[in-house]
């Protein structure tokens, strides 16, 4: 591999004895990983399942490494949203944050998805998920992923995260920032890096990270936590951001994180030590551990710092319309009615938590129930996907070697003959191994196929 030349002058000043090593790490095949999502199984059900040959990430309870030649993502189970694929040292950052049910969590950089979609995960249906995105199109894939993983209580923002500041001060529990950065941790998987590496270096990202990082403290609750991460080895955007957070905001300090075989310490001067912790920090570099590379750092705000106080948003729709009414009480799933909102007929849940999101670009709030229609109501696709099975009453499930899955996925519409005893006419609940992949419109014969058109099978 062609790395350029200053790159290699800096990770050997980085690395000492250890350069050859890093270096020979190039030679090793690509790793592969996905992780579970345990919203919908737990562990130990989705490997009973599983027909994939999967090897445990040790540090990541829920992740695993798989062969490129099984390809998860052509598998039923991957539109069930039942795992991320997902490289193993970038599974760590959300890992590590100590997500809690109820907890207020932001992802601040989060497309394409893979640590909001943990982060939901760990929530459990509880608080709130605020997961944002400068760039449009890249939020717009992290609205697919959060909706296929099923996540109900969430607000997707399209922002510069240094914007939404004035919105969320001292408002959340927890907070993620993996951060923009040069990429170094993933030149061995995506060489295309190496040339961004050479058009932006760390010099370019470690202005675009500071500022983020401080709006990140900005939003922080007071005793609240937030996770630092970026996929590089630069100490420009790894120990020097957070020793820059450090100096500007001294109510932060570095926390421990739980140690794992292969971690390594944040690399600093005893006097950097004594100053700020940085050992604290764990960098993951691919020639001691079986990941590509990343630098994680967990911060807390001091509990007396100063804090802003923010209402529960209510809810502005005075009476709900019948045919909605008929369609939700059908389910066992949590929707409380004070918190229905209808906007062009659309209908969301939405958070009573959200606070004030006047002026901002917001592609999500909420959970998208379905639309109104001429006297009758149409669920969303993102509700199949945060419904279990058995939260609606008429739905059917395929096994996974079933060919008509595939033909669900494709758009088409399938027969169903062998549920005409047990089902009702009208809208069905679509699933794999009952764990539900769309709508359909039931005859007693056939299902009409309702499924999302954009995320059918290619």
């Known amino acids: 591999m062609n790395l350029p030349l200053q790159y290699l002058k800096s990770m050997q000043e980085l690395l000492g004895d250890d350069y050859d090593s890093y270096l020979k790490s190039f030679d090793n095949s690509r790793l592969y990983g996905l992780r579970i999502n345990t919203l919908k199984i737990s562990v130990e059900e989705f490997l009973k399942i599983c027909p994939f040959e999967l090897k445990p990430v040790p540090w990541i309870e829920n992740g695993f490494y798989y062969k490129e030649e099984d390809k998860p993502a052509k598998h039923p189970y991957y539109f069930a949203g039942l795992y991320y694929i997902q490289e193993p040292s970038a599974m760590t950052p959300a890992n590590v944050l100590p997500v809690e049910k109820n907890d207020i969590v932001l992802d601040m950089c989060a497309a394409p998805g893979g640590k909001s979609t943990e982060l939901g995960a760990k929530l459990n249906r509880t608080g709130l998920l605020v997961t944002n995105d400068i760039s449009n199109s890249r939020a717009k894939a992290l609205l697919k992923n959060v909706e296929v993983f099923g996540i109900p209580n969430l607000c997707l923002l399209n922002e510069d995260p240094v914007q939404i500041v004035p919105r969320f001060k001292t408002f959340f529990d927890k907070i993620l920032i993996d951060a923009p950065c040069s990429g170094e941790g993933m030149f061995r998987k995506d060489n295309k890096l190496i040339k961004a590496w050479e058009k932006n270096g760390p010099e370019f990202y470690s202005q675009i990270q500071r500022n983020i990082i401080t709006a990140g403290a900005d939003m922080l609750k007071p005793g609240g936590k937030m996770l630092y991460s970026t996929c590089t080895f630069s100490k420009m955007e790894d120990e020097e951001t957070i020793k820059y957070l450090l100096d500007q905001r001294p109510e932060m300090h570095l926390i421990p994180i739980r140690d794992y075989e292969g971690f390594s310490h944040g690399i600093c001067t005893d006097e950097e030590e004594n100053t700020y912790k940085l050992r604290n920090t764990v960098r993951i570099f691919p020639h001691k551990m079986e990941g590509e590379g990343h630098f994680v750092a967990l911060l807390e705000k001091d509990d007396d710092a100063d804090i802003s106080y923010h209402s529960l948003k209510k809810n502005t729709t ?131 196929n309702k499924y999302l058109a954009g995320w059918r099978w290619m």
């Open 318 to 448: 005075a009476k709900l319309p019948d045919v909605l009414l008929e369609f939700i009480n059908k389910l066992s799933f949590p929707i409380n009615h004070d918190d229905i909102f209808i906007k062009d007929n659309y209908v969301y849940s939405v958070s009573p938590h959200v606070g004030d999101t006047r002026s901002l670009r917001i592609l999500r709030s909420g959970l998208l129930l379905g639309e109104l229609k001429k006297n009758r109501f149409e669920p969303s696709q993102a509700l199949a996907m945060a419904l279990k099975y058995d939260e609606y009453p008429d739905s059917v499930s395929l096994s996974a070697d079933d060919q008509r899955v595939i033909k669900y996925l494709k758009g088409e519409t399938i027969e169903l003959p062998e549920f005409s005893n047990t089902t009702n006419k009208g809208w069905v609940l679509f699933c794999v191994d009952r764990y539900p992949l769309g709508w359909g419109k039931y005859d007693g014969y056939s299902l009409k």
